[in-house]
């Protein structure tokens, strides 16, 4: 069976230092993980993906994460918070690597509050 | 190219009545998933469509039901709503890699 834990419901960075959202996960097969965020009101956006190409993955807005099998993680790093970070941001994994349209799983969230 | 479109954004309905909820997928997109999102279960998955047939389905209770136009848009139906039917219905269009959101559905059951 596949899972995904985020180790926090919620972190508060101040504007301009570092962020990181921790997410693990759980797969019997290789698969695709996924960040997602949500800003209040709105639909996912996709921040980035990992498919088995380069674990370090770059995505939107200067967000990056490194998907590293021996931990069994997949966290969200951001050298510098924005204001306009804070929002909701889910961790998610795809049972079947490179199979788009399969059954998403997705943490629980992270909420991101940034302080001026 | 347009996005994911979902209507209505809000419906309001009473206990017992049914609902039908819309999905028109990005152009191309032969795929389409549902997913519920409420504050206690988080976002969970109803099921999906591809070319018309229903190809993977979540754990919920058959009064959801969905299904899939020739042109790829999908409707899904809730019948004898109850009052924890209350979500956000989101629709998902798959591309290559990954699956594109659309803004949702405010569903309040009164």
């Known amino acids: 069976a596949q899972s995904v834990t985020q180790l926090d419901s919620h972190v508060s960075v101040s504007e301009g230092t570092p962020v990181l959202l921790r997410c693990n996960y759980s797969?019997?097969?290789?698969?695709?993980l996924f960040w997602y965020v949500q800003h209040p009101n709105k639909g996912l956006q996709l921040l980035l993906k990992y498919t088995s190409a380069a674990t370090l993955v770059k995505g939107i807005n200067g967000f990056e994460a490194e998907f590293k099998k021996s931990e069994t993680s997949f966290h969200l790093t951001k050298p510098s918070a924005h204001m306009s970070d804070a929002a909701e941001y889910f961790c998610?994994?795809?049972?079947?690597?490179?199979?788009?349209?399969?059954?998403?799983?997705f943490g629980k969230g992270t909420t991101l509050s940034v302080s001026s | 190219k347009a996005g994911v479109t979902q209507t209505p954004r809000y419906l309001i309905k009473t206990r017992g009545q049914q609902v039908t909820l819309s999905c028109s997928p990005i152009s191309g997109h032969r795929s389409v998933s549902w997913y519920q999102q409420t504050p206690g279960q988080g976002l969970q998955f109803l099921f999906e469509y591809f070319s018309e047939t229903q190809r993977n389905k979540g754990n919920f209770p058959g009064r959801f039901s969905g299904r899939q136009f020739s042109n790829s848009r999908s409707e899904m139906n809730v019948s004898t709503l109850e009052l924890g039917d209350s979500a956000l219905y989101l629709c998902?269009?798959?591309?290559?890699?990954?699956?594109?959101f659309g803004p949702g559905t405010r569903l309040t059951v009164l």
């Open positions: 797969s019997s097969y290789s698969p695709s």
């Open positions: 998610v994994v795809s049972p079947r690597l490179n199979q788009a349209g399969t059954a998403l799983i």
């Open positions: 998902a269009s798959a591309g290559v890699h990954e699956q594109f």
